[in-house]
């Protein structure tokens, strides 16, 4: 899972660079440091994005509320508007705000695809480069 991870990072910063924003894979994310970092920061000198990138084949995903509340405290001292970038198996990148995920009894996040398309945006959304049309 970490190597289809890592592609879908690698994936998303080049989509970024294309959009016309600078991106990066943050150095020593996914727990390798005890600093909030994110998995991507990118910029493009008006709109910052810090993401929590998750891939997967299910219908269904479940984020630690520790990365969340990770990337909230990241994107407050940088200033930048955090996303949790998902790429569910045959779609497009969907982009949720933290407050769009449910929080589950164990107090972490829960994600169905369904919800997902409904409350989601597109990369363009995101990066300000068009208005949202339907995920669905």
Known sequence: MVKNGTRGERDLVKLLWEKGFAAMRA????????????????????IYLAIEV?????????IDSEKIGALLRFSDIFGARPYIGIKFRYRDWIFLSPGDLELTPSSNYRLDLDIALERGRDLDEVTGNDRQTRLR
Do not use: F, V
Not at 54 to 62: C, L, N
């Open 27 to 46: 150095p020593a994310s996914g727990g390798a440091t005890k600093k909030p970092l994110p998995d991507i920061i990118a910029g493009n000198g008006e």
């Open 54 to 62: 998750k891939t997967t084949a299910r219908e269904r995903i479940y």
